[in-house]
């Protein structure tokens, strides 16, 4: 079963830039997706990229296109979310998936096409 723990949560200013990291652990074998996705308060959870595993191919949704930037870890088994130019309503808590359902392979970035969830890592952008 996996595992998957989100860090590198915080404070920044408008204009700032943080950098998430999601642990896994266990095997993803038989998984097809990563993904990152957002809870802002009272709104519901949105994806906001996911990578294909066999062959690390991203989508990002239009939100956050340009500014944040996905990466796998090999040899620390992360996943890593390089967040840029951070605006207010990037304000969230933040959470790590994979998916070991083939419906993650298309553009819909779907939380339900997800089945292992982290536990989440707070983000909050001031203006």
């Known amino acids: 079963q996996v595992q998957l723990v989100e860090s590198g949560g915080g404070s920044v200013q408008t204009g700032g830039s943080l950098r998430l990291s999601c642990s896994v652990s266990g095997s993803i074998a038989s998984a097809y997706c990563q993904g990152w996705f957002r809870q802002s308060p009272g709104k519901e959870r949105e994806g906001l990229v996911r990578?294909?595993?066999?062959?690390?191919?991203?989508l990002y949704a239009d939100s956050v296109k340009g500014r944040f930037t996905v990466s796998r870890n090999f040899a620390k088994n992360t996943l890593d979310l390089q967040m840029d130019n951070l605006k207010p309503e990037d304000t969230g808590m933040y959470y790590c998936?994979?998916?070991?359902?083939?419906?993650?392979?298309?553009?819909?970035?779907?939380?339900?096409?997800?089945?292992?969830w982290g536990p989440g890592t707070q983000v909050t952008v001031s203006s």
């Open positions: 998936a994979t998916s070991r359902n083939f419906l993650c392979l298309g553009t819909s970035l779907r939380s339900s096409d997800f089945d292992s």
């Open positions: 990578i294909i595993i066999e062959n690390a191919s991203p």
